[in-house]
């Protein structure tokens, strides 16, 4: 009887405790992962395969990670070229463990806010993003209004591109006009979309 021969992942898997950059020129490096309750790093897998989509335009974008906890997505984006990444997250400890692992990497084009995402998407707005990364806990429900507020609020450049990520059990929200799906997957408990915004 023939073997198969089975192909190695080169998905290792990030080490309990830690998470690892994918690619570009921070790869490989590892990161603290602060014990707060709910906070979910985005799996390697997925993070692969949302900047393959991504790979066309995230070089030079501005980029908004809402919910950031360890900051997977944004500094992934920093990794691959971003020109600069606004972190908001609202646990203290999670935020200063984010400034530190930012400033372990010499990040100096990152901006750290400690508020609540819907709160910080009503106050005000800089200069528009052309990506925004929406990575709530699971039990969070308020998607709609996050993008209700990121098209209202003058948050996105024409076309900017929006990350959802939610349970597996949870359906894509209702969109503001004219926002399109273009891509969905879904790999273990987790549904992940990229969407256009108008």
């Known amino acids: 009887m023939q073997r198969k021969n089975k192909q190695k992942s080169k998905f290792r898997g990030s080490p309990p405790g830690r998470l690892r950059i994918v690619a570009g020129k921070w790869r490989s490096r590892l990161l603290p992962v602060a014990d707060v309750a709910g906070l979910r790093p985005t799996a390697e897998r997925i993070r692969e395969t949302l900047f393959n989509w991504l790979s066309p335009t995230i070089m030079g974008a501005r980029c908004l990670d809402l919910y ?3 900051g997977a997505l944004g500094i992934e984006a920093l990794s691959r070229g971003a020109a600069s990444v606004e972190f908001v997250e609202n646990s203290p400890l999670a935020t ?3 400034r ?3 400033r372990a990497l010499g990040a100096t ?3 750290v806010h400690e508020a609540d995402a819907a709160a910080f998407l009503e106050s005000g707005c800089p200069a528009p993003f052309d990506t925004v990364f ?4 699971f039990a969070t429900d308020n998607y709609e209004e996050l993008c209700r507020l990121l098209a209202s609020h003058g948050w996105l450049t024409k076309g900017a591109q ?4 939610q349970g597996s059990g949870q359906q894509v929200p209702e969109l503001p006009r004219g926002w399109e799906l273009l891509k969905e997957k879904t790999a273990g408990n ?5 969407i256009r915004a108008a």
């Open 134 to 137: 929406i990575d709530p806990p």
């Open 190 to 194: 987790v549904r992940y979309s990229l």
């Open 162 to 165: 929006v990350y959802l990520e």
């Open 100 to 102: 530190e692992s930012l």
């Open 68 to 70: 950031s906890g360890t």
């Open 109 to 111: 084009n990152a901006v």
């Open 96 to 98: 200063r463990m984010l």
